[in-house]
């Protein structure tokens, strides 16, 4: 995005105010704040040294806090295949394969966004079809939901599940008739094996996917949001980027609710922080079961 002076007016447009349905044509901000709201400011004497930008009638709406993200993993999906806009078997294979191909030897196939029930309609889905367009490489892909994944052999073998793996609960295995493994894992519990296995991604690779998720975010006018990632690691990495001036959003974080113990002995609590990230809670991820789906879903 282009810089703005620290005093900039913005006119000839159309701001919704939220205030008791106002509509103003223009608006001056010093130095991050909102100075005035009003009708006509790019003409008044007060406001002679700001930088004024014509709008042509465009509307300014208060920025949207997006109250419910996994704002970290989201700015992820960058570095992962998408499947989100395949709906046949075939187009998914041959884009997990062009993927594959591209990737270093020992990196990992990792994607989302597939719909299971789509593809299912047209072949069946499991780790021996996977191995065939994966080129030796584990692969570990989300399902549109991400209540499940679909792995491939040499993902189960580095997770160790096998025959004798015995399902956990609030997950489940998928299994060939002979109990081995078919590669699709049902919820965290069963598919956590495999996950925690996953190579975390470079410093390099998290800011480039976090600047991509940030852009995002500005084009859709999201300048706020909270953010229940399940890793005790993102705090530290949104709060290296805050003391950076390189947060870029604010951020209201919620921690795993299995670290509230070690929360307390540093005596953090709700509301610790800054205007730009700050503590507004913790968040216990559970299971409960889902008959007709015949496997967990998981809720917070």
């Not at 920025?63 to 992820?76: I, Q």
Request: charge should be positive; charged fraction near 25%.
């Amino acid at each position: 995005m282009t810089s703005l002076k620290n005093k900039f007016l913005l006119y000839n447009t159309k701001i919704y105010t939220q205030a008791n349905n106002v509509v103003a044509s223009s608006i001056a901000v010093n130095k991050n704040r909102i100075v005035a709201v009003g009708n006509m400011l790019h003409q008044d004497s007060d406001f002679k040294n700001y930088h004024k930008i014509n709008l042509k009638g465009k509307t300014v709406v208060p920025g949207f806090t997006d109250s419910h993200t996994h704002f970290y993993y989201y700015a992820l999906s960058f570095s992962r295949l998408s499947l989100s806009e395949n709906d046949s078997l075939d187009s998914c294979l041959k884009k997990i394969s062009d993927f594959s191909k591209k990737l270093k030897k020992n990196e990992w196939v990792l994607g989302e966004g597939f719909s299971p029930e789509l593809l299912r309609k047209t072949g069946k889905i499991d780790c021996h079809l996977l191995d065939k367009y994966t080129c030796g490489k584990p692969a570990f892909i989300y399902s549109k939901d991400q209540h499940s994944v679909w792995v491939n052999s040499p993902a189960l073998k580095i997770g160790g599940l096998s025959k004798n793996s015995p399902d956990v609960d609030g997950g489940r295995i998928g299994r060939f008739k002979n109990g081995e493994p078919d590669g699709n894992l049902f919820e965290k519990p069963a598919y956590y094996r495999v996950y925690e296995r996953i190579p975390s991604p470079t410093e390099k690779t998290k800011i480039e996917c976090y600047r991509r998720a940030l852009e995002n975010a500005y084009q859709k006018g999201v300048t706020a949001l909270h953010s229940f990632d399940d890793d005790p690691g993102v705090y530290d990495f949104f709060n290296n980027l805050n003391q950076k001036n390189r947060l870029g959003l604010r951020i209201n974080y919620y921690f795993p609710a299995r670290m509230l113990p070690d929360l307390l002995e540093k005596k953090i609590c709700y509301g610790h922080g800054d205007n730009f990230l700050r503590l507004a809670g913790t968040v216990a991820h559970v299971s409960i079961s889902v008959t007709h789906h015949d496997q967990g879903r998981e809720r917070e």
